[in-house]
């Protein structure tokens, strides 16, 4: 998440019962591994943005990743 400002060694604050809308960080389980990505929903599916300009958009169904959160702080590292 180089373009928010969240750095490897950071901490998230992520609320578990809070609704993830569209354009929300949210942290996410998919393909084996946990990652903060902003959501945008598409119908039945769902767009994973990245903050790192590298890595391109990843658009996937819905039932194929689980949303676990949204991002609601962080916590710098010193």
Known sequence: M???DIQNGDY????SSAAVNDQDIAAVYYNGATTLKQVMHMGDSVLLISANPKYEPIHIEEGDLSIMGKLVGV???L
């Open 2 to 4: 180089i373009e928010k």
């Open 12 to 15: 998230v604050v992520i609320d």
């Open 75 to 77: 916590i710098k590292q």
